[in-house]
C-alpha cells in the first residue's frame, strides 16, 4: 500500500485562552489513504473542525507531527494540494457564478486560456450547468453550496476538506446533496475529509468514520465502513447501516461517559 | 407619494413656524417705521419699547402684524421674501442675460461647487489611501488613527484662515487652498468608513483567500475592495456634506473671490438678512443635490455588485 495523503501523528493543539488553556486536540494520530472518504463525527468542541483547520494549514498544531502529499500543511498549501469548503458557500455577490469559481483560479495565476474549460468541467461535476451566468443570490441555498463546492474543485486539487458544507441545509437538500456529492467522489477519485455532525450523513458517504469527543479533542474510535461503494439512498434503512450507524452512536456516547 | 405628502406636510410646517416666527422677530423695526410714517404705537416712545419683550409688544400692536413682512432688513426674512431673493439672484439674472454676473447666485453657487467638488476628490482620495494603509500596516493603525481623530476636534473655522495664509505664501492657488480646507472635513468619514469596509470580510472569508494562498494584494483586489462598497458610499454622502462645509467656511477667509460663503460674510457685513438667508438656502439645495447625485450612484453601484436587489 502506497503511503498515506494525509497523515498525522500525535498531533496536540492547545489554544491559550482567557479561561486558561483549552485542549483542542491531543495526541490525535491518523492516517487518510488516497482515495478515502473520512467522515469526522463528535459533539461541538470535539476537534473535528480543528484537525481539518490543521491539515489546511489553517491552525498551526503544538505538538505532534501532520504531513499532507508527503509534505508539511503549509507547503502543502503553497502547492494548492487540497480545496477547502466551509460552512457558509461565502460566494462574492458581485461575481457571477462563474465568475466565482473563476476566482481561485485567477489568484493561483492560471492562464486566461484554462480557465473557460476548468469552469465548464465542474459546473458539470455539481450538476449546475447552465447557471453560470447567474448570480448567486439568483439560486437556493443548496445550489450556492453546490457552487462553492465546484469553486474548490476548480483547480483540480487531490483533497477536498469539507466542514459541514451541508450543515446550513435543510434535510432534503442534503439528502440530494448527498447523493450528489458520493458520485462526484465516484467519478473524481479525490480524497474527500468531511466534517458533520450528522450520523447517517457520515456512514451513507464515507469509507472511514473518525469519531471524536471533546475536553480534550481526540479520537475515540476509527469505523472502517464495509458498505458497499454503491449506495443508493434507501441503503439507510439496511441492517448493515444501522449497524454501522450503531457503533458510531456508541462511540460518541463513550467519549461523554466521563463527562456528566 | 405617501412620502412626498409627509415631505410636504414637514416643510409646510416649517415654513408656517417661520412665518409665525416673523412677527416678534421684526415687531420691533415694525414699530419704528409705523411710527415714523405717524400710525398710532403703543407703547410711544422707542426706549420704551426696546424695554418690553417681543411678544409683549405683539400682543399690544396687532395692527402692525401684517407689516413685519415687507422689510428692507427684518431680523427675521419671510419665506416669500428669500424666496423672492433667490428668484432674482438666479433665474432672474439668467434673463437679464448676466447669469454669470458678481450678483448672481448661479456664479457664487458655481465657485462653491467648484471648491466642494475639488476637496471632496482629494478628501476621498485621502481617506481612501490612509484607509488602506490603516488596514495593512498595524503601526499606522495604532499611530495616525489617534491623530486622524484629533485633527477633527480643530474646529476648521480656527485652522482655515491658517491653511490659508500658509498656502498663500507657498504661492498655491486659492482653489487648491479652499480644496485643502475642504478635504480637511472630508477625508474624515472616508477614512472611517473604508477601515470599517475593508475589514469587512469576516474570518471565513479571509481563511477562504489563505486556502488559496493568496497574496496581500490579491486578497486587498478580489474581496477587501469590493467588500467595503457599501462603506464607502455611506461614507462618501456625509464626506460631500462636509466638503461643502468646508467649501464655504474656506470662503470666509477668501472672501474676494466670491463664492457662497463669501455672499454670506458680505451679508452679515451690512445687515443684509435677506442675502444672507438666500445664500444658506442655496448652499443646503446644493448640498441636498450633492448627496442625492452620490446616493444615485451608489444605488446603480451596490445593485450592481448584487448587495441590494
Redesign the interface.
Given at each position: 500500500m502506497s503511503d498515506p495523503v494525509i497523515s498525522a501523528k500525535n498531533l496536540d493543539l492547545t489554544f491559550q485562552t482567557n479561561d486558561g488553556p483549552v485542549h483542542a486536540l491531543k495526541d490525535v494520530s491518523l492516517a487518510i489513504n488516497k482515495g478515502d472518504f473520512v467522515s469526522f463525527i463528535g459533539p461541538s468542541g470535539c476537534g473535528k473542525t480543528t484537525f481539518l483547520r490543521v491539515v489546511?494549514?489553517?491552525e498551526e498544531p503544538t505538538g505532534g507531527t501532520v504531513t499532507v502529499n508527503g509534505m508539511s500543511p503549509e507547503e502543502a498549501?503553497?502547492a494548492?494540494a487540497?480545496?477547502?469548503v466551509?460552512?457558509?458557500a461565502?460566494l462574492?455577490?458581485?461575481r457571477t457564478i462563474r465568475g466565482n469559481i473563476q476566482?481561485?483560479l485567477?489568484?493561483?495565476g492560471f492562464p486566461k486560456s484554462e480557465w473557460q474549460s476548468h469552469i465548464d468541467k465542474v459546473l458539470d461535476l455539481v450538476d449546475l450547468r447552465g447557471f453560470g451566468k447567474k448570480?448567486?443570490?439568483q439560486l437556493s441555498g443548496g445550489m450556492q453550496q453546490r457552487a462553492s463546492i465546484a469553486r474548490a474543485l476548480a483547480f483540480d486539487a487531490d483533497i477536498l476538506l469539507m466542514d459541514e458544507p451541508f450543515g446550513a441545509l435543510d434535510e432534503i437538500v442534503r439528502d440530494h446533496l448527498n447523493e450528489q456529492l458520493l458520485e462526484l467522489w465516484d467519478k473524481t477519485h479525490k480524497t474527500i475529509g468531511f466534517v458533520t455532525h450528522s450520523i447517517p450523513e457520515a456512514v451513507y458517504l464515507s469509507t472511514k468514520i473518525v469519531v471524536m469527543s471533546p475536553r480534550p479533542g481526540r479520537i475515540t474510535d476509527v469505523i472502517e465502513n464495509t458498505l458497499p461503494r454503491e449506495r443508493p439512498l434507501d441503503i439507510r434503512d439496511t441492517p448493515e447501516f444501522q449497524a454501522i450507524a450503531h457503533r458510531v452512536r456508541d462511540g460518541l456516547r463513550a467519549g461523554h461517559a466521563y463527562d456528566d | 407619494m405617501k412620502s412626498f405628502l409627509s415631505i410636504l406636510t414637514v416643510v409646510a410646517a416649517i415654513i408656517g413656524l417661520w412665518y409665525a416666527a416673523c412677527v416678534p422677530m421684526n415687531i420691533h423695526e415694525a414699530a419704528m417705521q409705523a411710527q415714523r410714517a405717524g400710525a398710532e404705537v403703543t407703547p410711544e416712545t422707542a426706549p420704551e419699547r426696546r424695554k418690553m419683550g417681543r411678544i409683549a409688544l405683539m400682543v399690544k400692536n396687532p395692527q402692525l402684524w401684517g407689516t413685519v413682512y415687507a422689510q428692507d432688513r427684518p431680523q427675521l426674512p419671510a419665506p416669500h421674501q428669500v424666496g423672492a431673493e433667490l428668484w432674482k439672484t438666479t433665474w432672474g439674472m439668467v434673463e437679464k442675460g448676466r447669469a454669470f454676473s458678481k450678483r448672481s447666485l448661479l456664479l457664487h453657487g458655481w465657485i462653491t461647487l467648484s471648491a466642494t467638488l475639488l476637496g471632496f476628490a482629494f478628501g476621498t482620495l485621502l481617506g481612501i489611501v490612509l484607509a488602506v494603509s490603516i488596514v495593512h500596516s498595524r503601526a499606522m493603525d495604532m499611530s495616525v488613527m489617534p491623530w486622524i481623530i484629533a485633527s477633527q476636534t480643530v474646529p476648521i473655522l480656527a485652522i482655515a484662515p491658517m491653511i490659508v495664509v500658509v498656502l498663500a505664501a507657498l504661492q498655491v492657488d486659492d482653489l487648491i487652498a479652499k480644496g485643502v480646507i475642504s478635504m480637511y472635513l472630508s477625508f474624515f468619514p472616508v477614512v472611517v468608513g473604508m477601515v470599517k469596509g475593508l475589514r469587512s470580510p469576516d474570518g471565513?472569508?479571509m481563511?477562504?483567500?489563505?486556502?488559496?494562498?493568496?497574496s496581500r494584494s490579491?486578497t486587498f483586489w478580489?474581496?477587501r475592495l469590493?467588500s467595503s462598497m457599501p462603506y464607502l458610499f455611506a461614507s462618501l454622502k456625509v464626506g460631500v456634506a462636509a466638503s461643502l462645509i468646508g467649501a464655504v467656511v474656506a470662503e470666509l477667509s477668501l472672501s474676494q473671490n466670491g463664492g457662497l460663503g463669501a455672499r454670506l460674510l458680505a451679508g452679515s457685513y451690512y445687515g443684509q438678512t435677506v442675502q444672507i438667508w438666500s445664500a444658506l438656502l442655496a448652499a443646503a439645495a446644493l448640498a441636498a443635490v450633492l448627496v442625492w447625485a452620490i446616493g444615485v450612484a451608489q444605488n446603480i453601484t451596490l445593485k450592481?455588485?448584487?448587495?441590494t436587489?
Open positions: 489546511a494549514a489553517l498549501r503553497k494548492r487540497y480545496g477547502y466551509f460552512q457558509a461565502g462574492y455577490p458581485w476566482l481561485p485567477e489568484i493561483m448570480f448567486p443570490w | 471565513m472569508q481563511d477562504q483567500m489563505r486556502t488559496w494562498y493568496a490579491q478580489k474581496l469590493p450592481r455588485m448584487g448587495f436587489r
